[in-house]
Structures are given as structure tokens and as C-alpha cells.
């Protein structure tokens, strides 16, 4: 584990770690229990999965314009703005049961049903990051990254599990308990925007003399443009196909199949994210030795393989068993991929390439929930989002690496 890497953090580098872990916290908090809070509050699965699908299309909209303002306006104050549209989603959420109403909350807010990153936060503080540390240090510092966010989700999914598990043998109902967590998420909104206040200004884009190019290029992109369309469409294919596993409807998958209450399902998916943390740092190490693009698909592939083989374990410990060895190798794209989107692009286009790709992926996966409530909503049909996902997921694997595998990013070239 290259723990050297981590030197390198400036004050706000460290900071910009510390955000991660309380959004991270409040995402895997909120995805075990919004499912079952949604349905609690009399939504049908096709309201819900129609209500994923919207939240996850208000926060690529926003993630839109705040990441692609973000070097012109300013990154610190897009953060802030991020963090309050969060809250405020949390507190409609808590503090409503109609739909439509939590339809506006959802699309204008910053809600994540799949305790995964969503808004603006993630491409922005990518592009900070990646302005202070050397180059030879990217991957690693975004692996360290990585199993931060990832130990947040685990940590956020325990805590769920626990308090609504608490709270209900203390006789409050289980809607009351799972509102409990809404309100938290709302609260570490709050936090946030706190913590964001805090950022100097050397987070900032460094402007350089005769700079300015890539504010009159198209959402902030100039000749970068051709491969960040590109990858962003390779991105929001395996968005998709993971559209249809999200956290949330994993859990609610387990509770279907096996009857497992959110307490136990927040002890499982908090294992199954440690495991995904503790493989960032190892994707570091192969990316070193193999380089990125194959890292990226060789750790891939096999994880969708085991994503597919879920559904067809016979009973609840095998299912645990693959669901927990997927995850082990199922985030070691994830800092590679976001590394090598940094890498070959322009410095002064970084915000905005990360900001796009991570929209095209936000927009992949909020098209597929909606499907996936309609098949939840099935009972002979609720295994198909598994297989559904895995084939989408090593389609994009296949094209990922015929597509870039013979362009490296500059600190492979010989």
C-alpha cells in the first residue's frame, strides 16, 4: 500500500478527503433504507424505480452546470451550492409523502439512491486534487481516494442498519426509523457545506497568461473533446448496465429472495464496500505494472461475471459469498478510470472532462431504475436486473479496451 502517496496533500487535499468520507457516509446511510422508506410511505416499486430515475436525472443536470462553471465561477462556491441542494433534497424527503413533491425534491436536490457519488462534488474535487499532487502520484492518491469513499459507504451502511434497527425495538415504526436516516443525510448536507467553506483558494483553477480558451469551448472542453465524448459514452453504457444493481435495490433484491431486514443487510453491504475499498489500493499497484486501460478491464470483467452468478446461489450465504468476492475486485477501475480521464486531457479542461463523463454516467444510471421497478415489481422477474447488468457491464469492458487500450496516458509513454 503506497502510504507516500499521501505526502503529497496539502491542507486542502486533506480536506477534500474528509468531504468525501461524510458525503460518502450519508450516500451508503441513505441507500439501505430508501427503498424500503419509499415503499413504507405507500409508493408502488414502479413509483420508486420512476422516482430513482428522475433524482438520478435532476443530479446529472445539476452536476451539468456546477462542474462545468466550476473553473469560471469558482470551485469552492460550486461545492457549497452542491452541499445545499443535498440537504435541502434530505429535508423533502424527510418531511414529505406526496410524490410529486418528492419528484421536484429529488430532481432539484442531490439525492443518491445507489451509495455511489452523484452532483457535483466528485469531478470537482478530482480536478483539485489532481492540480496539487505529481503526476507519478495520481492514480495512487485516487486510490487512497477511492478507499476513503468506499470505508464512508460501509461505515454509512452499518449505521443505517443499526440505528433503524434500534429505533424499532424501541417501538418506533419502521418508516419512523428510516425517516431518522433522511433527516442525517440532510443534516451532513449541512456539514458539508461547512466543511467546503473552509477550502482556500489554491484549490482553485490556476489561471495562466493567454488562458481562456477553454471558457469559450463547448462546456469547457476544446481539444480534449473527441476522447471525452467518447469515453463518455463508454461510461454512461456501464452506468447503465449498474442502473440496475444499485444499492438500494440490492437490498431490497435480498429482502425479496431471503426475507433479510435492513439491520443485516447494512452488516453485509458494510463488508461488501471495506472489500471494495481495500481493492482501490490494490488497483494502484497493477496499474503500475500493467498500466491503466488494462487494469481497468482486467479487474472488470470478472467482477461482472460474479455479478451475474448472484441470483443463481441456491440460498443466502452463497449469495452473500459472491455478492462480497465481487465487490473485492469490483472497484479497481474506479480509481483508474479516474485517473486516466485526468491524465489525457488538457489541466485547464479537467473540471469540466470530469464533470461531463461523470454526468454521462449519472445519466446512464438513472435510465435504468425505472426498468428495474417495473421487474422488481415482478416477482419471477426480480433476478433479471442481475443478468441484465452483468451483460451490459462486460460489453463496455470489451469496448473500453478495444477503443483506448493503444492510448496511454503521458506517464506510460516511453
Keep these: 500500500m503506497n502510504r507516500s502517496a499521501l505526502q503529497h496533500l496539502t491542507r486542502d487535499g486533506a480536506l477534500l478527503f474528509v468531504t468525501r468520507f461524510v458525503r460518502l457516509f450519508s450516500y451508503g446511510a441513505l441507500s439501505v433504507v430508501l427503498v424500503f422508506y419509499l415503499t413504507g410511505l405507500g409508493l ?24 462545468t462553471q466550476a473553473d469560471r465561477i469558482g470551485r469552492r462556491r ?3 451550492i452542491g452541499a445545499i441542494l443535498m440537504a435541502g433534497a434530505g429535508l423533502a424527503f424527510a418531511c414529505t409523502s406526496n410524490f410529486f413533491f418528492l419528484v421536484v425534491a429529488g430532481t432539484i436536490g442531490v439525492i443518491s439512491p445507489s451509495g455511489h457519488e452523484v452532483g457535483p462534488f466528485l469531478s470537482i474535487e478530482q480536478a483539485a486534487l489532481s492540480q496539487v499532487i505529481p503526476a507519478r502520484e495520481r492514480t ?5 481516494y477511492t478507499l476513503i469513499g468506499a470505508f464512508a459507504t460501509a461505515a454509512g451502511s452499518l449505521f443505517a442498519g443499526l440505528l433503524t434497527q434500534g429505533m424499532q425495538r424501541a417501538a418506533v415504526t419502521p ?9 442525517v443525510y440532510a443534516a451532513m448536507g449541512l456539514l458539508l457545506m461547512l466543511l467546503f467553506s473552509r477550502l482556500s483558494s489554491a484549490a482553485e483553477v490556476k489561471r495562466e497568461a493567454g488562458g481562456g480558451a477553454t471558457a469559450k469551448s463547448l462546456l469547457g472542453i476544446g481539444s480534449s473533446r473527441a476522447v471525452v465524448l467518447k469515453l463518455s459514452g463508454l ?15 440490492a437490498a431490497y433484491w435480498f429482502y425479496l429472495r431471503f426475507g433479510v431486514s435492513p439491520a443485516t443487510l447494512g452488516g453485509v453491504f458494510f463488508g461488501a464496500n471495506v472489500f471494495a475499498g481495500v481493492s482501490a489500493l490494490v488497483a ?24 451475474i452468478l448472484v441470483p443463481l446461489m ?7 459469498a459472491v455478492l462480497l468476492l465481487r465487490f473485492s475486485i469490483s472497484q479497481m477501475d474506479v480509481p483508474t478510470r479516474q485517473s486516466y480521464t485526468m491524465a489525457i486531457v488538457r489541466a485547464e479542461e479537467r473540471s469540466a472532462a470530469a464533470g461531463i463523463t461523470g454526468v454521462a454516467r449519472t445519466t446512464g ?3 435504468a431504475p425505472v426498468f428495474a421497478g417495473l421487474l422488481f415489481a415482478r416477482p419471477s422477474l426480480i433476478n433479471l436486473p442481475f443478468f441484465i447488468a452483468g451483460a451490459v457491464k462486460i460489453a463496455y469492458d470489451l469496448l473500453l479496451y478495444r477503443a483506448f487500450v493503444r492510448l496511454p496516458p503521458p506517464e506510460e509513454l516511453p
Design 284 to 307: 494502484s499497484r497493477l496499474a503500475s505494472r500493467f498500466g491503466l486501460v488494462k487494469t481497468m478491464v482486467y479487474t472488470h470483467l470478472p467482477s461482472n461475471v460474479l455479478l
Design 175 to 183: 418508516v419512523g426509523s428510516e425517516r431518522a436516516i433522511i433527516f
Design 78 to 80: 460550486m461545492l457549497i
Design 140 to 144: 495512487a492518491v485516487f486510490a487512497w
Design 314 to 320: 441456491p440460498n443466502l450465504p452463497l449469495a452473500i
Design 235 to 249: 461510461f454512461a453504457l456501464d452506468a447503465f448496465g449498474g442502473g440496475f444493481v444499485i444499492q438500494s435495490f
Design 44 to 67: 408502488s416499486e414502479a413509483q420508486t424505480g420512476m422516482l430513482l430515475t428522475l433524482t438520478l436525472l435532476g443530479d446529472t443536470v445539476v452536476s451539468l452546470l456546477l462542474t
Design 365 to 367: 444510471a438513472a435510465i
